[in-house]
């Protein structure tokens, strides 16, 4: 992508827990591209791992401080006060991705509709053996047990467990959608 200075409006959604150094390695790119970040908004969303932490989010709330983001920021557009210089949080060297280990796998009432292969970003379920899942390839990000209409796919109980228990301090309080401007 070649931004040629257009203006770019960053936005992250996370599961309640924290985006850590999204926006800097965001902003690096956009930058790298040649754009000019004029805004950022970080919005909370159910966390699409263990789902509950931050439990239906978006809610109302969320709605109505999401709209009053993007009210302020076309004001501040229009009136020419979003520089380009924008200071936001995060770090560099960014935090290390240490990968998910949840990958899931399909159970005895999947039907072999291939949907999760179509559905999967990755391409890493074949249409024609989606118990195959490629765990090498897959990326946990749980697209496929969302879309699977026998709900025949799961990670493994322990591993969510375990997870769930060292997420539980963090995830627990409501964070609050932030703007940047
Ligand atoms: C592989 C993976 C890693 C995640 N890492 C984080 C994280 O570091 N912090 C966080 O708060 N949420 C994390 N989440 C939760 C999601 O960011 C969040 O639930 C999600 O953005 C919900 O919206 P979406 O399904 O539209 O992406 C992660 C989810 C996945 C699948
Ligand atoms: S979506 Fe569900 S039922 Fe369909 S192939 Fe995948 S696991 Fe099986
Ligand atoms: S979790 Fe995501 S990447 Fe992994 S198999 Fe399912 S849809 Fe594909």
Not at 60 to 68: A, M, R
Not at 118 to 131: F, G, L, Q, S, T
Not at 135 to 148: A, G, L
């Amino acid at each position: 992508m070649k931004g040629n200075q257009a203006g770019a409006i960053l936005i992250t959604v996370y599961g309640n827990r924290a985006y850590d150094d999204t926006f800097a390695e965001l902003q690096d790119v956009l930058e790298g591209s040649g754009f000019s970040c004029m805004a950022a908004v970080a919005a909370v969303a159910e966390h699409s791992i263990m789902r509950q932490f931050a439990k239906g989010r978006p809610d109302l709330k969320d709605k109505e401080e999401i709209l009053k983001f993007a009210a302020e920021i076309r004001s501040k557009m229009e009136a020419g006060a979003l520089t380009g210089e924008l200071r936001l949080p995060g770090n560099r060297p960014y935090r290390e991705y240490g990968g998910v280990p949840m990958k899931p796998q399909s159970g005895r009432s999947c039907i072999k509709c291939g949907l999760c292969a179509k559905e999967c970003p990755v391409e890493a379920i074949p249409y024609d053996r989606p118990n195959k899942t490629d765990t090498d390839t897959c990326i946990s990000c749980m697209r496929c047990i969302s879309v699977c209409p026998q709900k025949a796919r799961s990670v493994s109980k322990i591993l969510l467990g375990a997870g769930s228990m060292k997420l539980k301090k963090a995830c627990s309080e409501r964070k609050k959608n932030e703007l940047f401007v």
